[in-house]
């Protein structure tokens, strides 16, 4: 197994370790050195065998944007006797999570333990959750530090809260399917404010801060709602826009938004929205594949 680490050796005779560190790479077995100082461990008093020490070993970042990074650091101790070698690392399977930086506790012994491990998390996709792990040996000694990413409600953000429950479901399992089926990425939110912006402005901010669609693709929707001044528009990045025109996305408000909104029939309305925008997407992907099944995506009016 593949894994990025940091590893201290110690000689026999020494209760000190030289610390090395190292990242290995997923293309070259043997790693590469990364940028890490080295360190050596502090002097323990204690005959007794080896326990690394952190003074936090879970940490959880809830409601994550994708591709938003999220950072995390914890304080490594040695409150056992001394030890040979010192492994700091993430399992090649939990890519999402990367050790970035260690740094001593204290400055006046800039190469001893305590250290201060620092780590990032990335959420890679919409829709999931993360669970690694950081972790730390000291020979046969071993301390887990667990590190959860939460981005489980972000293809729909009712913040209006104008979508009902079962509506939620049916909306997000729809744009769930349609990553599935033709890799493009969609996003529905709902404001009761535009913050003193244009929608027209609000939701290409959005857009671009969120990152919706694949990045050799550009092919992510953006529907947003705004209750207050009853506005409404779905922005589509460039490789959805040959299908997704805006004649087409004006026949589909006209259709299905304005006389659903008018009812207050939110969650219903951008349903049958999303349903027909992704119907045409599928139409799009299957004559390139034609391998999707012709009645993917539905439309219930």
Not at 183 to 194: G, K, R
Not at 233 to 244: A, F, M, N, P, S
């Amino acid at each position: 197994m593949n894994k990025r680490c940091i590893r201290i050796e110690l000689p026999q005779f020494f209760y000190s370790a030289i610390i090395t560190a190292m990242e290995d790479s997923k293309n070259n077995s043997k790693g590469k050195k990364s940028s890490f100082p080295s360190f050596v461990a502090a002097e323990e008093t204690s005959l007794s065998a080896p326990e690394p020490v952190a003074d936090r070993n879970y940490f959880e970042f809830n409601d994550v944007r994708k591709n938003q990074v999220k950072h995390g650091h914890f304080i490594l101790r040695n409150i056992g006797g001394k030890f040979k070698n010192l492994d700091i690392f993430t399992p090649e399977h939990d890519s999402f999570l990367k050790i970035v930086e260690k740094k001593p506790v204290r400055e006046d012994q800039p190469d001893r333990l305590p250290v201060k491990i620092c780590f990032e998390a990335k959420a890679m996709e919409w829709s999931k959750r993360y669970t690694g792990h950081i972790i730390i040996k000291f020979d046969d000694a071993e301390e887990i530090v667990t590190v959860k990413l939460d981005t489980q409600t972000k293809p729909l953000n009712d913040f209006a809260e104008i979508i009902k429950p079962g509506e939620r479901k049916k909306i997000t399992a729809l744009i769930v399917k349609l990553e599935r089926t033709t890799s493009a990425e969609a996003a529905v939110v709902t404001v009761d404010s535009l913050e003193g912006k244009t929608i027209e402005k609000y939701a290409t901010d959005l857009f671009n801060e969120w990152g919706i669609g694949k990045e050799d693709k550009n092919n992510g929707l953006l529907f947003i709602v705004d209750t207050s001044e009853n506005k409404y528009r779905i922005e589509v990045g460039l490789g959805l826009e040959d299908i997704i025109s805006e004649d087409f996305i004006k026949n589909t408000f006209k259709k299905y938004v304005v006389p659903n909104f008018k009812l207050k029939k939110f969650g219903y309305g951008i349903y049958l929205v999303l349903s027909d925008i992704f119907a045409e997407i599928y139409r799009a992907h299957k004559k390139i594949t034609a391998k999707v099944r012709p009645d993917s995506f539905s439309i219930n009016s």
